[in-house]
């Protein structure tokens, strides 16, 4: 018989279908001479009703075994289902348990946890309502980014994770050390510092974004995209900030940060729709469960254009506005998350686009603007997680990079191949990150980073 996602079942599953499921026991409701289990498979927020009959065979063994948790395959005939909430359930003809898991001791009972508790229990988690539905939508928002840049022609391109630069300049960066274990006596081995060396004896780092070499690819490919892990050691115990994370990083050659800002407007918007349209239950699931605006900002950023303002304007608004915050705001000074979320969420109500910030507080590579204080960057800063997207067109000019090189104390020697790409061939040329994880938390309201990647690196991170 074919074993049949319970997805499917639920959508397309006929009366007098026979059919086989695998999964885990949410419930169990045994109602004497019959029991109801609830049984869910991951592919869907909604259970599955089995129906175990008296008559069936090993009955009272069934019963005693299919406690939530455990895992077990079911043949059966769909039927109409009495209950309320459903269309069909399944009449059990056998079933078999594959592992059971003891009421006593497995910590997923039927009520709610906090997800501070959940996070204590992350090999387990996903088993629950709200982690199934946060990593099929992650799911959902990785397939939407990957069908919006393949139906417009970028490349995807897998740029390294071991890498020899700083792009950001930021200094936060994981060292990699290269370690033969086979080489140091077993006795030994507590002492690890003396037989670790640098990585093959250079210097190299965990990447913490992949844009200085996309540059590399759109120099050849004209528009490219990478999508992977980065890393940053930057020791922040904040709600949006992960020592690991993915970033979704185009690059666009022959694109100023015009070009950028509508890419980066398109892109959001198609991944909102993707995820409204494939993942409805889900959603609908965060909006009445995690929070009640979730809805309505995947229509708001579906059908409105984001506000575009530049660095200086949004200032000004800053010392106008009638808020206390906690961090001063004068011009020069980086935008606070506070200051980022009030612009989004209060005054302008939806994605606000950030352009021209001062030199001093933004990378290198960004193109220096005619008013030699300010550069082509924009950040896109979204209601209640402040920056979502980072981006610049890029510096293209050589005397003038090595100059801003110069003047941010790096060594344009370093990045000779870097500067390379502006000595043949240079173009004009913009590109993004989005931080992905930031922009699952933005799609599904969920209030901690640490909910929304399946294993969470921070600094007080983890079993695994
Ligand atoms: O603004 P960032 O640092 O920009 C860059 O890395 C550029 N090289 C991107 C580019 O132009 N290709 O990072 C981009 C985005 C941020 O807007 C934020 O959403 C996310 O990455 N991000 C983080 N997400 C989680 N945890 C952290 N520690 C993050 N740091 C940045
Ligand atoms: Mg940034």
Redesign the pocket.
């Known amino acids: 018989m074919m074993t049949r996602r319970i997805v499917d079942i639920l959508k397309n599953g006929q009366p007098d279908e026979s059919l086989t499921i695998q999964g885990w026991v949410r419930t169990k409701r045994d109602l004497k001479g019959f029991a109801f289990i609830e049984i869910n498979d991951g592919s869907s927020l909604s259970n599955l009703q089995v129906v175990l009959n008296a008559e069936m065979p090993e009955y009272e063994t069934l019963l005693k075994q299919l406690n939530t948790g455990a895992s077990v395959e079911v043949d059966g005939v769909l039927v109409p289902s009495q209950g309320k909430g459903q269309r069909i359930e399944l009449q059990a003809k056998t079933a078999k348990v594959y592992g059971e898991a003891d009421p006593e001791t497995y910590p997923l009972q039927k009520k709610r946890h906090s997800f501070e508790f959940l996070r204590t229990i992350g090999h387990l988690r996903s088993r629950t309502n709200s982690f199934g539905a946060v990593f099929r939508v992650r799911n959902a928002c990785a397939t939407a980014i990957h069908q919006f840049f393949q139906e417009r022609g970028f490349l995807w391109v897998h740029t390294p994770i071991i890498t020899r630069s700083d ?2 300049g930021a200094g936060e960066l994981f060292t990699v050390t290269s370690f033969d274990l086979n080489k140091v006596p077993k006795t030994e081995q507590q002492d690890d510092v003396d037989y670790a060396q640098d990585f093959f004896g250079g210097k190299a780092y965990l990447t ?2 992949g ?1 200085l070499e ?1 540059e590399i690819m759109a120099m050849a490919f004209s528009n490219v995209y990478t999508f992977g892990p980065t890393f ?1 050691a ?1 020791n ?1 115990n904040t709600s ?4 690991e ?1 993915w ?1 979704v ?1 185009p ?1 666009m050659a022959f694109c100023d940060l015009h070009g950028d800002m509508d890419l980066a407007e398109a892109f959001l918007q198609h991944v909102f729709k993707y995820v409204m349209e494939t993942c409805s239950e889900d959603m609908e699931f965060f909006n009445q469960r995690i929070d009640d605006s979730v809805l309505a900002t995947a229509e708001n950023i579906i059908n409105n254009e984001f506000e575009r303002i530049t660095y200086t304007d949004a200032i000004a608004l800053l010392e106008k506005a009638p808020v206390n915050f906690e961090y001063p705001v004068s011009w020069g000074l980086d935008l606070q998350s506070e200051h980022e979320r009030y612009l989004a969420e209060q005054l302008f109500k939806k994605p606000a686009i950030v352009t021209d910030y001062p030199t001093g507080i933004k ?1 290198f590579y960004m193109r220096l603007n005619d008013d030699q204080k300010t550069v082509r960057a924009m ?1 896109i800063l979204a209601p209640k997680i402040g ?6 067109q890029r510096e293209e000019r050589l005397d003038v990079l090595t100059q801003r090189m110069q003047s941010q104390g790096l060594n344009p020697d370093d990045l000779w191949w870097y500067l390379d790409l502006r000595r043949f061939g240079t173009v004009p040329h913009a ?5 992905f ?2 922009l699952v938390q933005f799609m599904t309201g969920m209030g901690n ?1 640490r909910d929304v990647i399946p294993f969470p690196r921070t600094p007080l991170s983890a079993d695994f």
Do not use: K, T
């Open positions: 792009c950001e913490v974004s844009q996309a940053r930057e922040s949006r900030h992960l020592a994370f970033m990083e690059e990378a950040d920056e979502i997207i980072g981006g610049s590109g993004f990150g989005l931080g994880e930031r980073i």
